[in-house]
């Protein structure tokens, strides 16, 4: 098995597709979900190559879940502006995936990829130079079942929290919404820490599309209405096991 190689975690039952993303030694390897989002390393031997049906299957799976928001029923009424999305993404290919989505819907977001240690570092001066409505922050994260509210226990979960504290130290909830986490992360911390929305409640995987659903739906309800967080979670595969939130506002004005 090579880099870029398709493989699936031999114990895993849902057969989840990964890619290697780089060799660490003759015995381990990085791993990244084709489509969740999801990095770990393990062990050589806990692997092996997916078929071509399992890689179609899940590819299909993804279009298919691509489709049925692309595919929401486009407002008549052309007097309104969306909010605006900043995405930050761990890692690129995910976050082209709902750049595309965006375009699709008609929601503008500025991307940028940013490793998820080094986030809290920038996120101020992007906030101010860009002035989103609505934040972004994911990329990968990994619970390693050792207890659920030490945030030592997750990958990148502590590294979200620091982000989000930076953009409550100078912006409000009622003016920007922000959306943070990734696989398995810790819900409670992220809200605690400022987040409107964030996963993942039940600590399982989230799709590459999950967050970026929340932040459209955010940016395409009215800024005088709560956002309708059971009508979002309809098109998230796992629900409020994957999404949770506190009542927030939306981002979207009428011209008038």
């Known amino acids: ?127 101010f130079k860009l002035t989103p409505d609505i934040v972004v922050l994911t990329g990968h994260d990994v619970y390693n079942q050792k207890g659920l509210k030490g945030l030592e226990n997750y990958t990148n979960s502590l590294n979200y929290s620091k982000a989000v504290r930076k953009i409550r130290q100078i912006k409000s909830r009622g003016d920007v919404v922000v959306i943070a986490g990734a696989c398995q992360s810790n819900f409670e911390a992220l809200i605690a820490s400022g987040a409107d929305f964030a996963s993942s409640p039940k600590r399982i995987n989230i799709h590459t599309f999950d967050p970026a659903v929340i932040a459209i739906k955010t940016a395409t309800t009215a800024f005088n209405k709560i956002v309708n967080l059971s009508e979002a979670l309809r098109y998230i595969e796992k629900g409020s096991e994957a999404f949770g939130g506190l009542e927030t506002f939306g981002k979207m004005k009428l011209f008038v």
């Open 1 to 127: 098995m090579e880099t870029s190689s398709f493989v699936v975690l031999k114990a895993d039952e849902k057969k989840i597709i990964y890619l290697i993303d780089e060799i660490v030694n003759t015995d381990k390897v990085y791993i990244s979900g084709l489509h969740y989002r999801i990095r770990k390393i393990v062990a050589l031997d806990e692997l092996r190559p997916a078929t071509d049906e399992e890689v179609e299957i899940e590819n299909k799976k993804d279009q298919k879940y691509f489709l049925s928001i692309a595919n929401t029923k486009k407002r008549a009424n052309k007097n309104y502006l969306l909010g605006t999305v900043l995405h930050i993404d761990g890692d690129q290919k995910y976050l082209d995936k709902c750049l595309q989505l965006y375009k699709e819907i008609g929601v503008f977001a500025n991307g940028i990829t940013i490793k998820e240690n080094q986030i809290h570092e920038q996120i101020q001066n992007l906030v």
